[in-house]
């Protein structure tokens, strides 16, 4: 049974940091896209980062140059370096394992429950 799990929200500061972590277990991950997306209230889900197998990357134009995603294949795990932390960045933090096959079985995308994010002024 696939499970992805999040930790290390929380209260800080405008300005401050945060360290995000992601563990999914049940399948090998390796090869799968990884990201972070987050809501906020009254919002639709929106993507944060994402990183490939590779270790490619991509990042919202509004995290740009202050959040960083980086991932251990090894340990199936993906985390979220936050920097520069603003009001506007408060919202649940999803973390999303992406779809893959493996041992001939395909997954599909598989959510976190989420973890809380609030960024004060």
């Known amino acids: 049974q696939v499970q992805v799990r999040e930790s290390g929200g929380g209260l800080v500061q405008a300005g401050g940091s945060l360290r995000l972590s992601c563990a999914a277990s049940?399948?090998?991950?390796?090869?799968?896209?990884m990201s972070w997306y987050r809501q906020a209230p009254g919002k639709q889900r929106e993507l944060v980062a994402r990183?490939?197998?590779?270790?490619?990357?991509d990042y919202s134009d509004s995290v740009k140059g202050r959040f960083t995603i980086s991932r251990d294949n090894a340990e199936n795990t993906v985390a979220l370096q936050m920097n520069s932390l603003k009001p506007a960045d408060t919202a649940v933090y999803f973390c999303?394992?992406?779809?893959?096959?493996?041992?001939?079985?395909?997954?599909?995308?598989?959510w976190g429950q989420g973890t809380q994010v609030t960024v004060s002024s």
């Open positions: 999303n394992a992406g779809a893959h096959w493996y041992s001939g079985t395909f997954y599909p995308p598989s």
């Open positions: 049940g399948s090998d991950f390796s090869l799968s896209v």
């Open positions: 990183i490939t197998s590779d270790g490619s990357t």
